[in-house]
């Protein structure tokens, strides 16, 4: 096995095939020449097809691209062997490279018809053509499209500019027309509250000192009299709901279950004398805000609730302030009157009394001025109610004004 295969690299049984060519230099030169710079372009090509493919992988799959270079690099052996055997008469190994160029050579044959139904899908330059001219005018309309849309941008930024501008100044021209409104009523408030102190005091000076025994000029003054105790508590309850306009705001640490004492104990005359039953649950928390207008707040709420209990219904009330998820939520629960819930909106505007048949004195200001109160702290209220079984009232303290909460303390 081993001198066959030895018998293929042996050369003293042949001769070069220079003596074949009688060893004509022109023809040894033009065969030496020409199979050494095929060789040589066979070499250069596959190292260009190689490099390509580094470059660009996407073009060609790795195993076409080496299967060709290997075809070609083979070729270009041939051509080597054949420049060799001018001189040196190797045919054995000349037939063994053939022999390897051969498989390649097949090989890449059989590939390259592997590869002609996807090389015929290609498009045609032609058609690459057509198709980059769609894509250029599909560019350019949407290059319009985009310009048309920054001119409407511009449009609307324009418009909404100046329709802001719009807002702004009638937003000012109210502010400044409330601000007017404001001040009248509390001018107007401050002025007339000294001849309705006259006719009250008047009134009753009459009343006392009438010696006629006239029922009906009696009755006629007590009316004057109550009358004039009425306005002047709306003129009172007016003054206090514009003078929160031009309340200066003055924000300290406030305690919660601080502030509800001691408006109970404002409410002190008032609770004991409906015998009413207050319970507290209060944390002990801390918020930034005014004290004044805490109290008023509070204050006005508190005293609706022991208002407007019925008489023949021991008032009972439960304030409780507790720690949510959106800051702090201080609930009054009474077990009062309560009112229509379709009226529940109409209940924070001023002059609203829904109860003015029922015997309870009072003005309709009182939850216009909480209202006003906490929209100058930034807090918000609602309203539940029952008709005929009471009504609850949440108070919503927001969380960046919330101090400190300790729960343990409630």
């Not at 020449?33 to 097809?49: G, N």
């Not at 195993?63 to 290997?70: D, E, G, H, T, V």
């Not at 022999?99 to 015929?120: D, E, R």
Request: net charge negative; glycine share 6%; aromatic share 8%.
């Amino acid at each position: 096995m081993l001198q066959d295969i030895q018998l293929y690299f042996e050369t003293n049984s042949f001769l070069a095939h220079g003596y074949c060519m009688t060893w004509r230099t022109d023809l040894i030169a033009l065969h030496a020449f020409s199979d050494l710079v095929i060789f040589v372009s066979y070499f250069i090509i596959p190292t260009a097809l190689l490099y390509l493919h580094y470059k660009r992988s996407d073009l060609v799959r790795s195993r076409i691209i080496f299967l060709f270079s290997a075809f070609i690099l083979a070729c270009g052996l041939t051509h080597l062997i054949g420049l060799i055997t001018l001189w040196n008469p190797v045919y054995g190994f000349e037939g063994m490279v053939k022999a390897a160029t051969a498989v390649v050579s097949g090989l890449t044959a059989f590939a390259s018809w592997m590869l002609m139904p996807a090389a015929l899908k290609l498009p045609s330059a032609q058609t690459l053509k057509l198709k980059n001219d769609a894509l250029g005018l599909s560019i350019a309309e949407q290059r319009r499209a985009n310009a048309e849309l920054e001119t409407i941008k511009a449009e609307l930024e324009s418009r909404i500019q100046e329709r802001t501008r719009e807002l702004q100044g009638k937003a000012e021209a109210l502010e400044r027309m409330n601000a007017s409104l404001s001040q009248y009523a509390h001018f107007a408030s401050h002025d007339l509250q000294e001849p309705l102190r006259k006719i009250v005091s008047f009134s009753e000076l009459a009343i006392e000192q009438d010696t006629t025994g006239d029922a009906e000029q009696k009755l006629y003054l007590e009316k004057i009299n109550s009358s004039a105790r009425r306005a002047r508590t709306l003129v009172r309850s007016i003054l206090h709901h514009a003078e929160i306009d031009q309340h200066m705001i003055d924000i300290q640490d406030l305690s919660l279950k601080a502030e509800t004492e001691a408006t109970l104990e404002n409410l002190e005359l008032a609770i004991k004398e409906r015998q009413g039953t207050i319970t507290t649950d209060i944390a002990d928390i801390v918020v930034r805000a005014d004290p004044s207008l805490v109290a008023q707040a509070l204050q006005n709420i508190i005293g609706n609730a022991i208002k407007y209990t019925p008489a023949d219904r021991t008032p009972r009330i439960a304030i409780t302030a507790s720690r949510t998820e959106g800051g702090v939520a201080y609930t009054i629960q009474d077990n009062g009157m309560g009112f229509d819930p379709a009226l529940k909106e109409r209940i924070f505007l001023p002059f609203a009394r829904l109860h003015s048949g029922s015997g309870v004195d009072g003005t309709g200001m009182g939850l216009a001025i909480v209202v006003k109160a906490l929209g100058h702290l930034g807090w918000r209220i609602a309203v539940d109610t029952v008709e005929t079984e009471g009504t609850r009232f949440v108070i919503t303290i927001p969380e960046d004004q919330i101090v400190s909460v300790d729960a343990s303390g409630g």
